[in-house]
């Protein structure tokens, strides 16, 4: 129960979010909706055809529960994929493809849970479209043949992406500080094009992603007897087992006991479930790790990108301010900051002002001396906020 009420509260928050902005720009559908040539459009649209197709045959075969799991998951891919990264194109009515393909991917998912979800359907398709019904109207049909090679590529990437935020929360690094870079470990078989690898960088905060080949090249390992298997074995000898792990190449026999099966340690035959290895990362680096794949941040922060991370703390302190002011998400302002107790926040409104103003949609964006207004904390440096709106 609590996972289909968590669907169907995502799927009218993504409605929500298209209905605002698309009033917001004043989007309508076309007749000819425009290409979809971004990465992300094509990749939801493979996985709507993909959700489309899987449904139908479960229906057909009477199959209720595995057409709602699988409409279940589209909707999650949609949200907290496509949505999540293609937000900042919806602030732009010029980016027609990013309105069509959720519009199309919204009513196709209307009609996907109209057997399910009656009310709910009816209520999204007919705000959407100012039909009669969506109970009116025919079943979805696969338009597209989905692209297998980009659902993989996406796949790895969101794969990646969990296993950087998995990181970032492990070194208790926020996510607004920007990095470096982020080294990358996966499968051989898994190519990454430059499109996807955008989308990776740009999600984990970092400004350079490096392929390396193996988990070796970032950690160092400690062998360790396994003592469930071992202990009822060796019993006493299980101590010379264990100084001998303890001063052997880990990472050599780690190898061996890929390549070999087993390998003898102290006189003992020893298998691959004889044996723990134990990764010992490098400080420079947060790193998370899952079988053939791991992802590590280097933690190092020079200036330049200290200063960016200050901005984009100063961007979320200043969207605060106008959402406590009332104002609605268009409304243009002019906004005065006081740092004279906040070098840091000084620093990054020096460094990125226009940026800045851009985020939060100021017209004119200065420093100055502020009696009143809104108190916000930057980086532990008090600054205050007088906004007006223009």
Known sequence: REATRKTLLTFWNVFSFFATYADIEGWTPSSAPPVAAHVLDRWILDRLDETVRTATAAFDQFDALTAATETARFVDDLSNWYVRRSRPRFWDASDAAAYATLYRSLITCARLLAPFTPYLADEVYVRLTGELSVHASDWPEAVDRPDGSLAEEMAAARQLVGLGRAARTESKVRTRQPLKRALLVHPPSVELGDEVRREIRDELNVKELQDVESLAELVSWKAVPNFGTLGPRL?????????????ADASALKSALEEQGSVEVAGERLTAEDVEFRANQHAEFALANEGAWAVALDLEVDEALRVEGTARELVRALNQVRKDAGLAITDR??????VAKAPRADSALRAHRDWIAGEVLAVKLETGSVDDGFAAEIDGE?????????
């Open 235 to 247: 019993k006493g000898r299980i101590n010379d087992v264990k100084r001998a792990l303890a001063d």
């Open 333 to 338: 302002v002019a906004i005065t900051t006081d």
């Open 382 to 390: 008090p600054v205050r906020v007088s906004l007006r709106r223009l």
